[in-house]
């Protein structure tokens, strides 16, 4: 059965740094793009960073661009999300998604795989 979990979520002070993992099982994530949304209370879900598996090549949304930085580790079939310079407005749960080979839409209606999500906090 395909699978992905999120991991590394947690509570962090304003200019903080965490590491979102994305780990998949029962499928490689060779051939997917993976991307990263997140959705705050009472706000839309906002797709905000992918990696594609065609080519490697990198989205991110102004939000995030800068600050944000998305990787693939083909031997562990993870991605990762390393989140520098947290801002308290980052608050969210966040999700990793799966699709074949190109990012797909951003508010990831086209993703096959989904994960249960990580609460991000950031809070002083």
């Known amino acids: 059965q395909p699978q992905l979990v999120e991991s590394g979520g947690g509570l962090v002070q304003p200019g903080g740094s965490l590491r979102l993992s994305c780990a998949a099982s029962g499928f490689t994530l060779d051939t997917y793009a993976v991307g990263w949304f997140r959705q705050a209370p009472g706000k839309e879900r906002e797709g905000f960073s992918c990696i594609s598996a065609s080519d490697g090549s990198t989205y991110y949304a102004d939000s995030v661009k800068g600050r944000f930085t998305i990787s693939r580790d083909h031997a562990k079939n993870t991605v990762y999300l390393q989140m520098n310079s947290l801002k308290p407005e980052d608050t969210a749960a966040y999700y990793c998604?799966?699709?074949?080979?190109?990012?797909?839409?951003?508010?990831?209606?086209?993703?096959?795989?989904w994960g249960q999500g990580t609460q991000v906090t950031v809070s002083s």
């Open positions: 998604a799966a699709r074949n080979y190109i990012c797909g839409d951003s508010r990831g209606y086209d993703y096959d795989y």
